[in-house]
Structures are given as structure tokens and as C-alpha cells.
């Protein structure tokens, strides 16, 4: 009941025009996300580069319908990786991104051909990109583009779910020198047959589907806010002699900052997703409609940094 009141909210201008004159969402939205340009982006990143974090950048617009709507959100990646390297902050940041907003669900060529065309940009910035996942039945869409892209730009990085149950079969494919994966535990409402339901399950998952990127030959990124998953992260790294560059932890900007902090004080590489761009209504929303728990995770992140 609760994912469907917010994803209505999502879909609703009065809720948004609402919601966005509110006097306390500045505050939230500050937190997590931004801003809505390309300046804002810059300028989170580039104090985010000052402590020492690394960073990856999100253009929010997953929502994309229309070619001319894909073509515009490319566009708007190649100005932010030109911007970036003209302010010196590669290789600090990448870019992060959903092939939904390149048209995924449009046209699966045409996805590929602006992903294709960001790479070859972030290249020349000196930096990479990611390729986020998005629900199970975009996987198999997302793991071909991947392939594709890697046999030029090789530096490609792949998102892995822990909730699928698919997902350690997935791990072992990608777990191969020079392989960059990113290991999250899904938010997506998914339905049994193809994820673990169980918050217990969902943890034994990560933790198997980690173990195998930890012993393999690629670049894992921990993806995670759970003290016990960075925990037990630290301690697989320690068991396969893991240096500490060769993996790094990921977390949500506004998240647990202090704790992104002392992982970096410790040694490690300390990767920030940073959301930006008009469309934050609609990205929290549905980061709590996939997942109506995130809305008191959200709230207990505004009252602590730990």
C-alpha cells in the first residue's frame, strides 16, 4: 500500500508543487541530493574531492519516453564530463548512469550508442563510467551493453544486485582482472521468484556475492550503509589480501558521512554517489517507493552523520 501512495506521489504535479514549497524539503533535498544544474554538481564535487572522497555523479531522469528526451540527457552527460575536466576534478569523479535515460525502453541500439558516446567523452576526461541497474527485467539488456562497451572502453562498471537470485552466477562472470562492479542490495520491488524478500536472505546474499568479487581477479565496490556489510568487507579484504586500491566502498551523498570520513582516514577509497538535476522530486520518491523503509532511513539520516 505505501509503495503505491508514493509512486502516485511521484506522478503527481500537486503533490510535487507541495511537496517543493514545504519549508523543510530544502533541507532534505540539500542533503541528498546536489542541486538541479550543473553547477551545483561541480560544486558538491569538488568539495567532496577536498576531503579526500572519490566521486560518481547521477543526472536524474530515468523517466525517459521519447528519443528526443534520451538525446537531450546524453547531452547533458557530455557537458558535465567536459565541465568536470575543465575544473580539474577527474579522474576524482566519474559518471554514473541508467540506460532507461538513454531509451533502454525505447530502443536498446540507441541506449548503446549514447552510452557509448558518454564513454568515449569520459575517456578524454581522463575519467570512467558506471552503468547503473535498474529492475530485473532490464538486466540481461544492461549486462549485453556492458559486453559491448567493454571491448572498447574496458573500464566500463557493471552493477550487480544482491537480492536477485541470479546475482552470484552474475558475479562469477564478472569477477575478471580489470573488471570494475559495483555490489548494492537492490531497492526495487521485486517479486519472489526472481529476489530474496527477507532482510536476512538479502544480507547472506551480499555477503556470498561478495566473497566471490573479493576472490576474484576485478575491481569490487561495496555498496553499502550497513555497519555489518562494511564490516565484514574490511575483513574479506584483510583474508584475500586486498589492497587498498584494489577496491573501494560506495555510499549514497547525505548518507553516514562521518563514516565515509573515517573509511577514508583508515586508507580506502571512499566513492560518493551524487545525484543531480531537476528531476529530484521524482528520484526520492521512488527511492522510497521501491522500498517504503527508506523513508525512516532517509529521515534517520537527517538527524545523523554517523
Not at 577496491?247 to 577509497?269: K, S, V
Request: proline content about 3%; aromatic content about 8%; glycine content about 6%.
Amino acid at each position: 500500500m505505501l509503495r503505491s501512495v508514493f509512486l502516485a506521489a511521484a506522478r503527481s504535479t500537486r503533490m510535487e508543487r507541495l511537496i517543493s514549497t514545504a519549508p523543510v524539503t530544502k533541507g532534505i533535498v540539500t542533503r541528498f541530493v546536489a542541486g538541479t544544474g550543473v553547477d551545483d554538481a561541480l560544486r558538491v564535487t569538488g568539495t567532496l574531492a577536498d576531503d579526500g572522497l572519490a566521486i560518481t555523479l547521477d543526472y536524474l531522469g530515468e523517466d525517459t519516453l521519447t528519443a528526443e528526451q534520451a538525446t537531450a540527457t546524453k547531452d547533458q552527460y557530455l557537458t558535465l564530463l567536459k565541465e568536470l575536466k575543465d575544473a580539474g576534478l577527474t579522474p576524482a569523479a566519474e559518471v554514473s548512469l541508467k540506460l532507461s535515460a538513454m531509451g533502454q525502453k525505447i530502443d536498446d541500439r540507441m541506449a548503446y550508442e549514447h552510452a557509448r558516446a558518454i564513454c568515449a567523452a569520459a575517456v578524454e576526461a581522463g575519467t570512467t563510467v558506471t552503468l547503473d541497474m535498474e529492475d530485473h527485467t532490464t538486466t540481461d539488456s544492461t549486462l549485453e551493453i556492458l559486453a559491448e562497451l567493454r571491448k572498447d572502453y574496458p573500464s566500463t562498471g557493471a552493477v550487480l544486485q544482491a537480492y536477485l537470485r541470479r546475482t552470484e552466477g552474475d558475479c562469477r562472470e564478472l569477477a575478471t582482472a580489470g573488471s570494475r562492479v559495483r555490489l548494492c542490495k537492490g531497492a526495487y520491488a521485486e517479486p519472489e521468484s526472481v529476489a530474496y524478500q527477507s532482510t536476512l536472505d538479502v544480507d547472506k546474499a551480499y555477503v556470498r556475492c561478495l566473497n566471490i568479487l573479493m576472490s576474484g581477479d576485478g575491481y569490487p565496490m561495496i555498496a553499502s550503509h550497513d555497519p555489518r556489510i562494511i564490516a565484514i568487507a574490511e575483513d574479506r579484504a584483510r583474508w584475500f589480501d586486498r589492497r587498498p586500491d584494489e577496491f573501494e566502498f560506495q555510499m549514497l551523498y547525505g548518507i553516514r558521512p562521518e563514516e565515509q570520513a573515517r573509511l577514508a582516514a583508515d586508507g580506502h577509497t571512499v566513492r560518493v554517489y551524487v545525484p543531480y538535476g531537476d528531476e529530484w522530486y521524482g528520484y526520492l520518491m521512488r527511492r522510497i517507493a521501491e522500498r517504503p523503509a527508506n523513508l525512516a532511513f532517509f529521515g534517520k539520516a537527517l538527524t545523523s552523520k554517523k
